[in-house]
């Protein structure tokens, strides 16, 4: 669940866009009501969110409107209990209704507490139902001088047009990996052991990148999936059920399914190309050069589409441990069945 906290545009990587356009909006008087900021990760939007909040609600603005981080209200901000910035918790997790925004807009009638602002921030705002994005909308017609409304979402496609045409849309841009490999030094001390793979994963985002690293152990967990990989054809079912249960019971299995495909799209590029250029494992060139030349395209092919399969099959919320199990069996009986098959 996404929280509010302490943020500056200053600290937001890859971004500048965005940042100039808020602070643009802040000098000049103009800020929108409400703004749909969009992209991949929560925690990307919710930075944007969190800075924008800050400034709000800051008692000393500094230069460049940033917030000082010392007045009460931003060390309110920082411990996430600001009584002028809001965060919905809907009563589902799959979806937020018309009484989740009834309940919102009944607290947006109130008049700010402490700052000259009230700061209500709806994270997954993919997930309003129509009839919660009518009363949204319905909310934007004659809101309060000081209510700031910033819906949360990782794409736009699902909202109404006319909610569209009431907020400003702020989609985010893909940071390059140099900026998110500055970030990750900065917050980890060192860069990680498979920096090609996060990169990858993290698809251009930091908020990803960091809490991969940081939170879930990315190195120890990715060498322990290539290990098991590389290692497949010799693995026993045991070994391999041992490692899926584990997988699925801390939560990686969609980690490891992309842990997998990005190994497969190296063993095929490498088949087409021959050079070892472009992989995404470039600490693993020797054995996927030798793997490549070891398997046809038939079954690189084959391999390929399991991957694709579980990975669909994972999206429509099937069982993770069973989905890994059957990926890994299937792509065993494939390097075990067929390597020498070099058509």
Same mark, same amino acid.
């Given at each position: 669940? %996404? ?45 944007? %969110? ?20 010392? *007045? ?42 402490? %700052? ?36 949360? *979402? ?12 009431? *907020?400003? *849309? ?174």
């Amino acid at each position: 669940m %996404a929280q509010a906290g302490f943020g500056k545009f200053s600290d937001i990587s890859g971004q500048d866009a965005i940042t100039a356009h808020l602070r643009n909006a802040l000098s000049t008087g103009t800020l929108s009501h409400a703004y749909l900021i969009s992209g991949e990760d929560v925690s990307d939007t919710m930075e944007i %969110a969190n800075a924008l909040a800050s400034v709000l609600v800051c008692e000393d603005r500094q230069e460049g409107y940033e917030p000082c981080g010392k *007045c009460t209200g931003c060390v309110q901000a920082a411990a996430g209990d600001h009584p002028d910035i809001r965060v919905l918790v809907p009563q589902k997790t799959t979806s937020t209704g018309v009484d989740d925004i009834r309940a919102l807009t009944a607290d947006l009638q109130l008049v700010p507490y402490r %700052a000259s602002f009230r700061i209500f921030i709806i994270p997954d705002a993919e997930k309003l139902t129509p009839q919660a994005q009518n009363a949204v909308l319905k909310t934007l017609e004659e809101p309060p001088e000081y209510a700031v409304l910033l819906l949360l *979402c990782r794409n736009t496609t699902g909202f109404l047009p006319t909610l569209l045409s009431r *907020c400003v *849309c702020l989609q985010l841009k893909p940071v390059p990996d140099e900026e998110i490999g500055k970030k990750i030094a900065a917050a980890a001390g060192a860069m990680p052991a498979y920096p090609e793979l996060l990169y990858a994963c993290a698809a251009g985002s930091c908020g990803k990148a960091l809490r991969l690293i940081t939170e879930e152990d990315f190195d120890g967990y990715a060498g322990a999936a290539l290990e098991l990989l590389m290692g497949l054809k010799e693995k026993d079912a045991g070994e391999i059920v041992r490692f899926c249960q584990d997988t699925a019971e801390n939560g990686r299995a969609e980690l490891f399914l992309f842990i997998m495909h990005a190994f497969i799209r190296d063993l095929l590029v490498q088949k087409a190309a021959g050079s070892g250029t472009n992989l995404i494992l470039t600490g693993n060139i020797q054995y996927i050069s030798k793997t490549a030349g070891e398997l046809s395209f038939a079954v690189l092919g084959r391999m390929e589409k399991t991957a694709v399969t579980a990975q669909r099959r994972l999206m429509q919320k099937g069982s993770p441990q069973l989905i890994l199990e059957a990926a890994l069996l299937t792509l065993r009986e494939e390097m075990n069945g067929e390597i020498y098959d070099r058509q």
